[in-house]
């Protein structure tokens, strides 16, 4: 009789047990984790890197050269290396570049006498400083300047049949600019510059000495440099 009841009360507790659990909300899949998106990192502007320019330079030739060649003009391309360093938003570091110029000036003057006097080449090494937002940066730039500079003059009325004089100097002056450069991409930047030069004047024509010539010229520069 006492198992016969605790055989029937067993098996009311399991069917209530059952049931209770029927009556539960069930268990669906797990939730997927939400997505992590992990932020881009930060362009940095800290590096070294090289890149291409080209140009248009206008000015005048200094001392007796801007009497016999007048003014100088004309285009320019060339390459460039430097390095920078970024603290926060300030950016400091140093640039040289070299260019192929036609920057020149010719005269025609009574005699006939006709000259000319060419920038041929344009080199320059520079301390930058300057100040990034986002992926832009405004700079100034200054520092040395040294140019190669030829020089011709022909006077048809000197015989026999006319004489040719030539000079060809390097000289040396200073550079100041300023400009922005944009990043496009982690590689990449796009740049555009104004940048003022003055070469100090040298003797021209030593036989017979003619005059003394140096430059003085602004460039508007365009450029792209490749980040390391």
Same mark, same amino acid.
């Given at each position: 009789?006492?198992?016969?009841?605790?055989?029937?009360?067993?098996?009311?507790?399991?069917?209530?047990?059952? =049931?209770?659990?029927?009556?539960?909300?069930? *268990?669906?899949?797990?939730?997927?984790?939400?997505?992590?998106?992990?932020? =881009?990192?930060?362009? /940095?502007?800290? !590096?070294?890197?090289?890149?291409?320019?080209? #140009?248009?330079?206008?000015?005048?030739?200094?001392?007796?050269?801007?009497?016999?060649?007048?003014?100088?003009? #004309? #285009?320019?391309?060339?390459?460039?290396?430097?390095?920078?360093?970024?603290?926060?938003?300030?950016?400091?570091?140093?640039?040289?570049?070299?260019?192929?110029?036609?920057?020149? !000036?010719? *005269? +025609?003057?009574?005699?006939?006498?006709?000259?000319?006097? *060419?920038?041929?080449?344009?080199? /320059?090494? *520079?301390?930058?400083?300057?100040?990034?937002? %986002?992926?832009?940066?405004?700079?100034?730039?200054?520092?040395?300047?040294?140019?190669?500079?030829?020089?011709?003059?022909?006077?048809?009325?000197?015989?026999?049949? !006319?004489?040719?004089?030539? +000079?060809?100097?390097?000289?040396? !002056?200073?550079?100041?600019?300023?400009?922005?450069?944009?990043?496009?991409?982690?590689?990449?930047?796009?740049?555009?510059?104004?940048?003022? /030069?003055?070469?100090?004047?040298?003797?021209?024509?030593?036989?017979?000495?003619? +005059? %003394?010539?140096?430059?003085?010229? +602004?460039?508007?520069?365009?450029?792209?440099?490749?980040?390391?």
């Amino acid at each position: 009789m006492k198992a016969a009841l605790f055989a029937t009360t067993s098996l009311l507790a399991l069917a209530l047990t059952q =049931a209770n659990a029927a009556d539960l909300p069930g *268990r669906g899949p797990a939730e997927a984790p939400a997505p992590v998106f992990a932020s =881009a990192p930060a362009f /940095t502007w800290t !590096g070294f890197y090289a890149g291409l320019n080209a #140009g248009y330079g206008f000015g005048h030739f200094t001392k007796g050269g801007d009497a016999l060649f007048g003014k100088a003009n #004309g #285009g320019m391309i060339g390459g460039v290396l430097g390095y920078n360093q970024q603290f926060g938003a300030a950016v400091f570091g140093l640039e040289g570049d070299w260019d192929y110029t036609g920057v020149k !000036g010719a *005269r +025609s003057l009574p005699g006939p006498v006709l000259t000319y006097s *060419r920038l041929t080449n344009l080199m /320059t090494l *520079r301390a930058r400083a300057g100040y990034t937002f %986002d992926n832009t940066l405004l700079f100034v730039a200054g520092g040395y300047a040294g140019g190669a500079i030829r020089s011709a003059l022909t006077d048809a009325a000197l015989p026999p049949g !006319g004489q040719s004089f030539n +000079s060809r100097n390097w000289s040396n !002056g200073f550079a100041v600019g300023a400009g922005v450069e944009y990043a496009v991409s982690k590689n990449i930047s796009a740049k555009a510059e104004y940048l003022y /030069t003055g070469l100090a004047a040298k003797p021209i024509f030593a036989a017979p000495r003619l +005059s %003394d010539n140096g430059l003085s010229a +602004s460039q508007l520069r365009a450029g792209v440099n490749y980040h390391f």
